[in-house]
Structure formats: structure tokens, C-alpha cells
């Protein structure tokens, strides 16, 4: 299986302020023949279920803020929250696409510092 | 609009079965998998699989083959998750979610099902 990590496991942010997460994949997600990375963001706030924000690496999914950007490719991505908000307090997972197991990063929570 | 409504809470002992219902509405159920994920209080994000509302097909992750059954009734726009030989460590909260416009993320998710099994 494609094993995610992303990094750090927690941040604190203050707000107004760029929150910055990072994933890796153990092997490439980028599909060549139609050049897309199958790599997702998520946003789980305490006692919600998960909000899909970003999908194909960079897209953002509708009625997603655009402090909310998606990057990279292969096997490095980036979520980035340009500007931290109160309401952003949550935890944010990556996940593949590419194999048939479709497997999620361990989490990073974003805090308010 | 989209809507995911899941049967509640369960509370079981180890070697019994459970059934969790995921009703669909808003959408034509059939135009979109369904996906099931598993979270384990406290930690994060499992994919469990998916099914093919069109065909019925389902697709298991590695370790979750065996125990785990993913079905449908599409008369009422309803996935099944069913559990058998519930073991304490299946202890977790049980997510459906809606295969996304790319046919692979999941864009609308049920409220989650909390199953313990517990003696």
C-alpha cells in the first residue's frame, strides 16, 4: 500500500497568520497519461465528520474557501491556509487515490496560538 | 440538497454482527460509489472500501476483507455496512461518504455510526 506521512503532526498559528501542511507519499500519485496527481485534502472539525477541500492535488472543491490552496506533485504536496481563521481549527488529512487502496495520512491539527 | 443519514449508535458483544444503514437522498443514487471509512476514537482516517451503486461491485481495502460487507438496496437509496465476529478493536466510529465528481474522493459524508463492542 502507498503509505502517506504528513508533516508536522500539529501546528500552532496565530491568526491572520500562513498555515502550512506537508505530504508525502511513498510512491508517486501522478498518473501520467492524463497528467493528474490523485491526491485529496480533508478537514475534520472535533466531532464532525471530514470536509473534502482540495482534489486532484490543487483543486478546490466548491464552496471551499480560497485561503485553502493545494500543491506539488509526484510525491510532495502542500495544503496551505493563507490566512488562519478562527473557524480553520481542525484536522487536515491527505489522501491517495492512485492505488485501490485509497490511503489517508496520519493528520495534522492546526491550532490558534 | 445532499444528504447522508446514518442509523445510530450500537452497542455490541464480541462474536456478534452489526448492520449500519446509510440512507442517500438529494441525488440519484446510483451516479455515485459509496465509500466507508473507519475511525477509531481518538485517531484518524481509515478507507474501508467502496461500493458501485450501479453494479453492486464492491471493493475492500486490505484488512478489511472477510468480516466486512458492503451492500445496497437501491429501492430506498440505502448502503449497508455489515460487520460479522465483532471484535473489541472494531470498536470505532463508521463513516459513509459519496463518491465525488472524480469518481475517487468523497465529497458528502453521513454523520458517522458509533459501534462498541464491548463485554
Known amino acids: 500500500d502507498i503509505v502517506m506521512t504528513q508533516s508536522p503532526d500539529s501546528l500552532a498559528v496565530s491568526l491572520g497568520e500562513r498555515a502550512t501542511i506537508n505530504c508525502k507519499s511513498s510512491?508517486?500519485?501522478?498518473?501520467?497519461?492524463?497528467?493528474?496527481?490523485?491526491l485529496g485534502w480533508y478537514q475534520q472539525k472535533p466531532g464532525q465528520p471530514p470536509k473534502l477541500l482540495i482534489y486532484?492535488?490543487?483543486t478546490r472543491e466548491s464552496g471551499v474557501p480560497d485561503r485553502f490552496s493545494g500543491s506539488g506533485s509526484v510525491t510532495d504536496f502542500t495544503l496551505t491556509i493563507s490566512s488562519l481563521q478562527a473557524e480553520d481549527v481542525a484536522v487536515y488529512y491527505c489522501?491517495?487515490?492512485?492505488?485501490?487502496?485509497?490511503?489517508f495520512g496520519q493528520g495534522t491539527r492546526v491550532e490558534i496560538k | 440538497q445532499v444528504q447522508l443519514v446514518q442509523s445510530g449508535s450500537e452497542l455490541k458483544k464480541p462474536g456478534a454482527s452489526v448492520k449500519v444503514s446509510c440512507k442517500a437522498s438529494?441525488?440519484?443514487?446510483?451516479?455515485?460509489?459509496m465509500n466507508w471509512v473507519r475511525q477509531v476514537p481518538g485517531q484518524g482516517l481509515e478507507w474501508m472500501g467502496w461500493?458501485?451503486?450501479?453494479?453492486?461491485?464492491?471493493t475492500y481495502a486490505r484488512g478489511f476483507t472477510g468480516r466486512f460487507v458492503f451492500s445496497l438496496d437501491t429501492s430506498v437509496s440505502t448502503a449497508y455496512l455489515q460487520i460479522t465476529s465483532l471484535k473489541a478493536e472494531d470498536t470505532a466510529v463508521y463513516y459513509c461518504?459519496?463518491?465525488?465528481?472524480?469518481?475517487?474522493?468523497?465529497?458528502?459524508w453521513g454523520q458517522g455510526t458509533l459501534v462498541t463492542v464491548s463485554s
Open positions: 486532484w492535488a490543487s
Open positions: 461500493i458501485n451503486t450501479n453494479t453492486g461491485n464492491p
Open positions: 438529494g441525488y440519484s443514487f446510483s451516479t455515485h460509489a
Open positions: 510512491q508517486s500519485v501522478l498518473y501520467t497519461s492524463n497528467n493528474q496527481n490523485y
Open positions: 489522501q491517495q487515490y492512485f492505488s485501490s487502496t485509497r490511503t
Open positions: 461518504a459519496r463518491g465525488g465528481g472524480d469518481g475517487y474522493t468523497s465529497d458528502y
